[in-house]
């Protein structure tokens, strides 16, 4: 049985990827909309496949931290305010737009590898694997925004 201080190091952990896959929703939807250049067939289309696995994972996430007896954040100034990465910014070019992404993905990855831990430490197996099912998905679109930049990719 779980340690009630284990419990809840996870509905922290829980509650901080809400809020950063709800900042990584919005920002995603600025990008779609303001992408310009000749890429913008490309991306605006890969910006709507990212912004809609990250309102699935709000809602699985919110609704697993709900499982548990947590509270989700669920209003935007308490997911800025509790969220790891920043808003998007206006009159980005296409490249700025997926440089900023490639840096929130290797953060958001580095988070959700160390939630992974904290779900185990609190016999939370469930989660656990939420975490490295999302993880999977991100390092794999992570590397293609890599490859996009013509960045080396570890």
Request: hydrophobic share 40%; aromatic share 10%; net charge negative.
């Amino acid at each position: 049985m779980a340690r009630s201080e284990d419990t809840q190091a996870l509905k922290e952990v829980l509650n901080h990827q809400v809020a950063n896959f709800t900042v990584l929703w919005t920002k995603l939807h600025n990008y779609h909309w303001y992408v310009k250049g000749h890429n913008f067939f490309s991306l605006h289309e890969k910006f709507e496949e990212l912004y809609n696995t990250s309102g699935e994972y709000v809602d699985e996430i919110a609704e697993r931290l709900l499982a548990i007896g947590g509270e989700p954040v669920a209003r935007l100034d308490e997911a800025l305010k509790e969220a790891s990465i920043e808003d998007a910014e206006y009159d980005l070019t296409a490249d700025q737009m997926v440089r900023q992404l490639n840096k929130d993905f290797d953060l958001i990855s580095k988070e959700l590898d160390k939630g992974k831990d904290v779900a185990e430490e609190a016999g939370d197996d469930r989660t656990a694997d939420m975490f490295i099912g999302m993880n999977t998905e991100l390092e794999k679109n992570n590397w293609m925004l890599k490859s996009f930049l013509g960045k080396d990719v570890q």
